[in-house]
């Protein structure tokens, strides 16, 4: 069985940094593309950035690129989201997924982690 | 960005109605739609991949149908259970976007 953990979460001063980490468990974090999506309070969903499985290539919305660094370490089964500069609109809960197909990215998500909330603030 | 719509942005209907939802796109995204549940307090839920298709586990009363940029969500009978928030995605081109979400409640 898939099962994904989020952690890292919590208050920041915007400026501030925080690392998000996804503990991927039941299945082979290398032969799946990830990605992070948020959900700021009371909104609907975002997408964030995603990483390929095959190659480790990355990708990332207009919203965190050049502030926010997608990884993972295959040998950890772990994902992660390096969050550098943050901004107020930055608070959400972040939720880590799987693609539901092997191999590509596909940016379908048919396992999501209980998500992780980050707090931008002063 | 492909932006994604969806109507209405929340509904009530009484146990055993059938409820219906729909999401058009800025383009033609062909069959690149998914379909998620999220229920209060928790994570997102695969229901509906290709348009069309119903992921494993997930209750027959659960329907998707569409192509190009107009797409239908259907839940049969609608159940308590069912009380969440819907979201249509698609993922024909990155950015994947989502609509704004659609909440159903019982009457």
């Known amino acids: 069985e898939v099962h994904l953990l989020e952690s890292g979460g919590g208050l920041v001063q915007p400026g501030g940094s925080l690392r998000l980490s996804c503990a991927a468990s039941?299945?082979?974090?290398?032969?799946?593309?990830m990605s992070w999506v948020r959900q700021a309070p009371g909104k609907g969903l975002e997408w964030v950035s995603s990483?390929?499985?095959?190659?480790?290539?990355?990708y990332y919305a207009d919203s965190v690129r050049g502030r926010f660094t997608i990884a993972r370490d295959n040998s950890k089964n772990t994902l992660y989201l390096q969050m550098n500069s943050l901004r107020a609109e930055d608070t959400a809960v972040y939720y880590c997924a799987k693609d539901r197909i092997v191999t590509t990215l596909s940016a379908q998500f048919d396992d999501w982690g209980q998500g992780t909330l980050v707090t931008v603030s002063s | 960005d492909i932006q994604m719509t969806q109507s209405p942005s929340s509904l009530s209907a009484s146990v055993g109605d059938r409820v219906t939802i729909t999401c058009q796109a800025s383009?033609?995204?062909?069959?690149?739609l998914n379909w998620y549940q999220q229920q209060p307090g928790k994570a997102p839920k695969l229901l509906i991949y290709d348009a069309s298709n119903l992921e494993t586990g997930v209750p027959s009363r659960f329907s998707g149908s569409g192509s190009g940029t107009d797409f239908t969500f259907t839940i049969s009978s609608l159940q308590p259970e069912d009380i969440a928030r819907y979201y249509c995605q698609q993922y024909d081109n990155l950015p994947p976007t989502f609509g704004g979400g659609t909440k159903v409640e019982i009457k």
């Open positions: 039941g299945f082979t974090l290398s032969n799946y593309a």
């Open positions: 990483i390929r499985g095959t190659d480790g290539a990355t």
């Open positions: 383009q033609d995204i062909k069959s690149y």
